[in-house]
């Protein structure tokens, strides 16, 4: 009896799995990947349901002991949720939704928001995968945005939970990426041109922006490009801070050899179409399926400028270097060309940024009702698929806000968790459409606590930008719309004398800055008139004025009920309470964790009655 017993109890195991159903979620295998330690032994793959809002992360690490993943913030870990699994040496698996309440103290959550999978341990790793709600109701949670997202990661070596410096990671990663690789399409047939410095002796300076002029790839007939990645020279990547590939009127003029993009020789500034871009933090870039870069028609660039920016801080000696882009071509035509509008403040030699500020705005205005007059031809309506981040160490923040008729539309994009070391570019969840007439404005957020001197817009790493990069089609004319204020109107608001722009600058090193007259200084910036300056490919300025408007908050969505109670005055719903999606056709409700064990701990025991009676 016992005997026909036991097979029968082995088949309803499985009704008490945790793998009867993953109730929300991406479908496996999950699709991004990345190590969050220098030594490679925290490995983390995750992926996400966009409409359900459900991102699910399986953490692998080469210890014994317990795991921890969660979010946290650019200045303290204190406050940030972990959520910690393991599997004791008896077999039995714990797992919580925690948070720290201190550098070294975990505290379960009130809400269990997150939702086991699977928890393994094996010779050689433990590996943890659950899901969680993009935006929990649960005050301890962070949220999963598209914003760049702090993941800490850690371990121990054994099942006590307890955090060393060690063995604690923290890492920007931008989680929501719209397309992976795989997602889209390789042409049957490419080729590949490289662009790069070759053999050049990197100054010992702290900056250095190196150009030179080369041919893009001849053809007969029209091709595409359609991927760029960087090429990076080994032991020299920390060196190279960004790379950009501005595309040169076909009229234009050009000079050879290497030398100072902004130095003594005008002509190594010449060219300032963007086309393609790396920055640290960034990786290699295919566009979506229905976009490339056309070259080889007459319209097309022939000519390209390569800048290569070097931050050579340790001043090292007697180091080459030969870095660059390599692009990916193809005869296989996509839809339509590709173009990049740079936004933002115009660079040097307006912008400044005081010192000691917990918080500074810039703007930088772009109109657009001129475009059509100075392209030459009609524009049609610029459809933005994707856009590229770039401000320098004191950023924080920066988004990109669209207007039509006096009245605002939406934000294009933002990051409000920015990170220097990261800088890629990113595709946009829907395209976005501009029409001529629109107004552009992108607003920079600063932070210069750790400063006691002006910091001013410039090249190097030290001085500050303020610029998005926003990639679209069709391609027209147009290379960038930047906008910077009457400094003369700033000075005379601080109480400074100036009669031109150069004075009002020197005027700025002569203030005492404190907290008021910060705030000051940032409403005077905002509310003079901007100069907006809008450039082309064969380098025609025109020069508008306009001013900056408000920007009203985006607001927030609801978050995922729990027993938790995060409602803030952004939410949408009155209750900020969004139900949980209903559970996929085909898919069971999967039974609490703390089930699951009783089910397990009473089959054991169940298990163990019946060998006895045999």
Not at 269 to 290: E, H, K, N, R
Not at 512 to 524: D, H, L, Q, R
Request: hydrophobic share 35%.
């Amino acid at each position: 009896m016992t005997c026909v017993l036991l097979p029968k109890l082995l088949l309803l195991l499985p009704l008490a799995a945790p793998a009867v159903g993953i109730p929300h979620g991406p479908k496996s295998p999950l699709r991004y990947s990345r190590f969050l330690d220098p030594s490679n032994v925290v490995y983390l793959r995750w992926d996400f349901d966009i409409d359900t809002e459900i991102i699910t992360f399986d953490l692998q690490v080469r210890t014994a002991g317990w795991v921890g993943l969660g979010v946290t913030d650019r200045y303290t870990n204190v406050g940030a949720d972990l959520v910690v699994g393991g599997v004791l040496p008896d077999g039995t698996v714990y797992f919580s939704d925690q948070h720290l309440v201190d550098d070294d103290t975990l505290e379960e959550d009130g809400s269990q928001d997150a939702e086991l999978q699977l928890l393994t341990e094996d010779a050689v790793y433990t590996t943890m995968r659950f899901s969680r709600p993009f935006r929990s109701c649960d005050s301890h949670d962070g949220d999963i945005t598209s914003d760049t997202i702090r993941i800490l990661a850690a371990y121990g070596l054994d099942d006590t939970v307890r955090l060393e410096r060690e063995r604690t990671f923290v890492k920007s990663v931008f989680l929501l990426q719209i397309f992976h690789p795989d997602d889209l399409d390789a042409p049957a047939v490419s080729y590949i041109h490289d662009l790069e410095i070759t053999d050049f002796l990197i100054p010992e300076d702290d900056t250095t922006y190196a150009c030179t002029f080369l041919p893009l790839p001849i053809v007969k007939e029209k091709h595409h490009i359609y991927k760029f990645e960087p090429k990076l020279i080994y032991h020299n990547e920390t060196m190279v801070h960004h790379i950009l590939v501005y595309a040169c009127g076909n009229a234009s003029a050009l000079p050879t050899g290497i030398s100072d993009c902004y130095g003594a020789d005008p002509d190594f500034s010449l060219c300032s179409q963007v086309i393609m871009g790396w920055a640290v933090g960034g990786t290699s870039y295919q566009f979506p399926d229905d976009v490339g870069i056309s070259i080889g028609t007459p319209m097309d660039p022939q000519w390209i400028r390569l800048e290569v920016h070097y931050s050579n801080f340790h001043n090292l000696p007697g180091v080459y270097d030969s870095s660059g882009i390599r692009a990916y071509f193809t005869p296989l035509l996509r839809k339509y060309d590709m173009g990049v509008l740079q936004l933002g403040f115009f660079t040097f030699p307006i912008h400044f940024i005081p010192p000691g500020a917990e918080s500074f705005m810039s703007y930088g205005l772009c109109r657009t009702e001129k475009f059509e007059e100075i392209n030459g031809t009609p524009v049609p309506d610029i459809q933005v698929y994707g856009y590229l981040l770039h401000t320098h160490l004191a950023g924080r923040s920066l988004q990109a806000v669209q207007y039509r008729n006096g009245k605002q539309i939406r934000t294009i994009c933002k990051d409000d968790a920015y990170d220097f070391n990261l800088q890629e570019t990113r595709d946009m969840k829907e395209r976005v459409t501009i029409k001529m007439g629109d107004e552009l404005l992108v607003e920079c957020h600063y932070q210069t606590l750790d400063r006691t001197t002006l910091t001013f817009g410039g090249p190097s790493t030290i001085n500050e930008m303020c610029l998005i990069f926003l990639f679209y089609y069709p391609r027209n004319n147009i290379s960038s719309c930047m906008g910077y204020p009457d400094i003369i109107h700033v000075a005379h608001e601080l109480g400074e004398e100036a009669e031109d722009s150069m004075e009002g600058m020197m005027a700025m090193n002569n203030v005492e800055w404190t907290p008021e007259i910060i705030k000051k200084a940032e409403k005077a910036c905002k509310e003079a008139d901007q100069v907006v300056i809008i450039k082309t490919i064969d380098e025609m300025v025109r020069n508008q004025t306009g001013h900056i408007p408000d920007i009203l908050p985006t607001p927030r969505g609801p978050c995922l009920e729990s027993s938790g109670g995060k409602v803030e005055p952004g939410d949408k719903t009155p209750a900020g309470f969004r139900a949980a999606p209903p559970i996929h056709s085909g898919s069971s409700p999967k039974p609490p964790l703390t089930t699951l064990l009783l089910l397990q701990g009473g089959f054991s025991w169940l298990l163990f009655s019946l060998q006895g009676a045999i």
